[in-house]
């Protein structure tokens, strides 16, 4: 698996950075993963978040694969058992603050893409782009009663807020809020093609600003994923984002056209099959 990627961040005009970001590269057990943990009232949580989410579920992965395949649970239910084991381990560490979180990850043809919160993943279809995510805001009509049903309040001082206080309904860590504040994932997966050209992983100092089409295009403009990232961030930054930022894009051009190649050669291979 070949994946180019680039990594940009800024502090922006926030006293402190807050935001996490990660790339894991584990070519023997055929996962790439890409994520970015946007922190509030401190950077621990993302920190944490940061080192042990993907470890958490590349230990689940392999342990998953010793089983016979019928017996193999889903990628994606591993994938939400490795948020909501961090979730609890920051948690049970008493670290106060709390992190949302988006993360990619790549398993040969295959991806997954999940968050809690509000940052975004986001991956180039044809000429487009697609969100794989979707910010959980406390008013959103599903988390709101979610958190009423629970006892909790949604209050808005300048947006709506959980308790008068976070900005948004899902997150890791943030034990003063739970159960309002909940880390249980979106997760999506899909089959990588070769209209899938890059991916951006992102926190909202970006998304806040841009939208997901105009970050694509800077990724296809530019080509480079490093100098993409950059532009990203620059992008944002002048477009009036006062958060920190942090920008992750991933080049799949090379990793979807091998997938594409070794296609034609399995159909290949069938198609004279058959005709024997």
Known sequence: MKIVYGIAEDIGLRPSMEDARAVFDVQEEGLFSAEVYDGHSGAAAAYTASEIL??????????????????????RELLREAYLATDSYIVNRNIQSGTAAATFHILDDRFLAG???????????????????????????????????????????????????????????????????????????GILGSENDFAVVACDGVWDVLKPRDVIGVARHVGDPQLAAERIVAKALSAGSSDNVTVIVLDLRQHTAELASRKMEILAVLDHAGQQ
């Open 54 to 75: 993907t470890p958490h579920f590349l230990s689940a992965l392999r342990s998953e694969r010793s089983k016979p395949a019928d017996d193999r649970r889903p990628y």
């Open 115 to 189: 968050n809690a919160g509000d940052s975004r993943v986001i991956i180039g279809t044809r000429r487009d782009a697609v969100q794989l995510t979707v910010d959980h805001k406390p008013d959103v009509p599903a988390e709101r009663s979610r958190i009423e049903s629970l006892g909790g309040w949604v209050i808005t001082y300048v947006v709506p807020r959980v308790q008068g206080m976070l900005a948004m309904s899902r997150a890791l860590g943030d034990p003063a809020l739970k159960p309002y504040v909940s880390p249980e994932p979106r997760i999506v997966e």
